[in-house]
């Protein structure tokens, strides 16, 4: 999960058309669903996205960081079911409400409001345009995922329903941000006799100027905590 920024997005005006009363989810048109992904795909803050087919900048999913495949899924945070005790329907359109997730049924948005899933309370989630989970959630090398040490109890509790809500500890999910980081572990192991020469504060430099390279990354909270740790 990564930090969004909802305030340099357009909000799609074509949203307002809608209304949960009279209109279901399946009802927005294509138009407005290219708009509507586009604006989302904004919040990542990518700089030098200006057109609604830039999909060479790399579409990452908000909650695992994966690299999303086609057109992804537009994912609503409270789900939109009027049946489901939990549901909010009344924010089916709301702008607020979506992001940009992958299609896995394995973990994220699918996984999350599965048929028969476990309960969860949406309150108790880490909103990833509303908070920075990288300040709840450590990334081992290893693709594990846990609670950052030292959290309050209820910032602990958030940051583990998250884990397990929307299935960020999925074995596939693991290997993809192990093979990630793996790439970053040789390039040091190359670098290493060099590295060794400098002073603290050039390696420190250096890490920093690495974690800014990979920051649009697929998984880059997991490279992140990497740089970091060394």
């Known amino acids: 999960m990564h930090k969004l920024d909802r ?3 357009t909000p799609p005006t074509c949203l307002a058309k809608y209304d949960f009363k009279t209109h279901k ?5 294509g138009p407005c669903k290219k708009q509507l992904r ?3 795909f904004q919040m990542q803050g990518i700089p030098g996205i200006t057109g609604e087919d830039a999909k060479e ?4 999913c908000a909650y695992c960081q994966g690299a999303i495949r086609a057109e992804g899924h537009i994912e609503h945070f409270r789900r939109k079911n009027s049946s489901h005790p939990n549901g909010y329907p009344e924010l089916t359109f709301a702008w607020e409400n979506l992001f940009l997730a992958c299609g896995s049924n394995d973990h994220c948005g699918h996984f999350k409001d599965r048929q028969g899933g476990p309960a969860y309370n949406p309150d108790h989630l880490l909103k990833p345009d509303e908070e920075d989970a990288e300040a709840f959630l450590y990334f081992h090398s290893s693709g594990s995922i846990a609670p950052r040490e030292g959290l309050p109890p209820d910032d602990k509790h958030r940051a583990s329903e998250t884990i397990r809500v929307f299935g960020l500890d999925n074995r ?3 290997g993809a941000r192990e093979k990630a980081v793996t790439k970053y572990r040789e390039m040091l192991r190359t ?4 590295l060794a020469s400098w002073d603290e ?3 420190r430099e250096y890490m920093r100027e690495e974690i800014e390279k990979t920051r649009w990354e ?3 909270s997991a490279i992140k905590d990497f740089f970091q740790s060394r």
Do not use: H, K, N, Q
């Open 218 to 220: 697929p998984y880059a």
């Open 25 to 29: 989810w399946s009802d927005l048109d």
């Open 172 to 174: 596939s999910l693991m």
């Open 38 to 40: 586009f604006a989302l």
């Open 191 to 194: 670098d290493l006799e060099e």
């Open 7 to 9: 305030s340099v997005a």
């Open 201 to 203: 504060e050039s390696r």
């Open 57 to 60: 900048y790399g579409l990452r």
